[in-house]
């Protein structure tokens, strides 16, 4: 049994930073606080591009490239090189792990070394489905880390709900804001070109995505038919230019196969069109925060439609209405709402006779009400909360809870001698009999379980032979406690006396 040890900062050093590389449409996620360390004599960020590709391929595809043309430095990612480095932190991009990535960069490898697993999400946590939490809370990348850093603090409620790893999260906005509040950009030359003074309408599409709720496979964005049935229409509207923004998948090999000949079909047809671009580059905002009006499905901007100041159009699957976050509702409920190609026709016609609405004033109080982080600042206040936990880690006692306050907790706490451990700090007891709560016990009050949420614990012991099982699968199922860190009492105690076994005199 050791505690999680990370590579100690020494004091007047750099704080050093390694960027494991990969997606570039995830730039802007992370694009200010690179931006704010670039700038800080007192950081040194480094990019590694991890090219050891593992099953998915797709969003790389011109990854290197983006960096040489950004004119970023970087190296290429080998062990050898993140040895010499010997970074304190390292931030991750897609947070699934295993999908991205083979075992030398893999963020248990990293951690296992003392590096401390940095992430920002790259998207917006957006759905509230049973599939949606595993993807927000419970993907490797997320369970590592030392720092999650979330958009809102409605959200933030969420990760205190659901996620295992909940104490590493942190409420600073999202570097994508801090584009957004800058502003800065251009359309494209072609884009330019081709509307010729004609109003632009950004078309952002999700590839169909498909969720489980039970056995029931469920599609939760809108049907491809309807998509089809109004790029077909798209030469009525010659005094507008579309530009699609399609998701990589889209043109990947793990395209679901039952919808690859309506996903050619759409392409098609997009590409018959004299007034619509294909927009495939990797730094999407040229185009996004360019637009005159936005017609958006669920994806990672469909909160960041909601902040370009312009009319906006949310398409759902008709048959199917995908639950929201908190942190999201507000602010998507407030676009106009579409399922059919007839939807989206309505909303083009409404904007060419500018008749979109009072949009502003209904968006304005929805973003400053679960928006707070509109200040061009979210890079910085994530390197600032980076650098005060690095440089104010001090207290390497491996924090302990036990649950199951009887007989055989009393006599374990007596033997093993914890409390007078110097190397241990036990936070408490508990105990699901809520007649208990609030009593002392082994000289500790006994909280109840919900309470352990609360505590930034390394271990929780399980004190119950007889009830091990039930008490571990409300621990981990109902209260979404981290299951790496509930140990029986036998494994407990072998771990333990392996290193204070001869002081304590029982081996």
Known sequence: MKKQTYIPYVEHEKIRVAVMFQVASYWPSIESFYEACRMDDAV????????????????????????????????????????????????????????????????????????????????????????????????????????????????????????????????????????????????????????????????KMHFPKLIYEGIRQLQVTPYLSEYIRFAEQLQQYQDLLFVILPHPIFFSGVMPQQFAGDVNRLFETLKRQENAVLDRSDDYRNSLYTADAIMVDRSALMVEAGLCDVPVLYMRNQDYEEPLTNAVKSLVDSYEQGTSAEDMASFVERFRSNATGDFRTKRAAVLEASMPFLDGACGKRILADMKEGIQNETDGRMRVVFFGAGIVCEHYIRELGILQNPDYLVLGLSDNNPKKWGTMHAGMRIMPPEQLKELAFDLLVITTEQNHVPIKQKLVYELCLDDEKIWRLDVFCEHYFAKDGMEQGWF
């Open 44 to 203: 040194d960020i480094r990019i590694y591009y991890v090219d050891d590709l593992a099953v998915e391929k797709a969003q790389m595809e011109h990854s290197e490239a983006f960096l040489r043309e950004r004119r970023l430095p970087y190296e290429i990612y080998s062990e050898d090189r993140i040895d010499a480095f010997l970074p304190h932190v390292a931030l991750y991009q897609p947070p699934h792990d295993v999908l991205y990535r083979n075992p030398p960069a893999l963020s248990i490898h990293l951690k296992r070394k003392g590096i401390r697993i940095l992430y920002i999400p790259y998207g917006i946590e957006i759905a509230d489905t049973a599939d949606a939490r595993l993807a927000h809370f419970y993907t490797y990348v997320v369970r590592n880390s030392w720092r999650i850093y979330t958009f809102s603090k409605i959200m933030q409620e969420d990760y205190q709900m659901y996620c295992p790893n909940r104490h590493a999260v942190r409420a600073t906005g999202s570097p994508k804001f801090d584009a957004v509040c800058g502003g800065g950009f251009q359309r494209s030359e072609e884009v330019s070109k081709k509307a010729d003074g004609r109003k632009v309408i950004v078309w």
